[in-house]
């Protein structure tokens, strides 16, 4: 097998450095786009999700529901 490679990077460079380089810098590019998705969403989206459902409890009117007896 590394023969085979060996010949294949001898006769087509460029093929093989697309087949050889390409899947290694997709899965590097996604990667890295996942950890930033990921940072996004904990330092960003997270905590103001928080805010915004601790600033709608906190103006919420805590009236008490009058208690009905028949």
């Known amino acids: 097998m590394f023969t085979a490679f060996l010949r ?3 006769l087509r460079p460029i093929l ?3 087949l050889l380089g390409i899947p290694i ?4 590019l ?3 786009a996942v950890a930033l998705m990921l940072k996004i969403l ?3 989206v997270i905590p103001i999700t928080i805010g915004l459902w ?3 409890r906190m103006r919420r ?3 008490p529901e ?3 007896t028949v």
């Open 8 to 10: 294949l990077f001898a």
């Open 16 to 18: 093989a450095g697309s």
């Open 25 to 28: 810098l997709t899965l590097i």
């Open 30 to 32: 996604l990667g890295l």
């Open 42 to 44: 904990l330092f960003v």
């Open 54 to 56: 601790i600033v709608k």
């Open 61 to 63: 009117t805590h009236t």
């Open 66 to 68: 009058p208690i009905h």
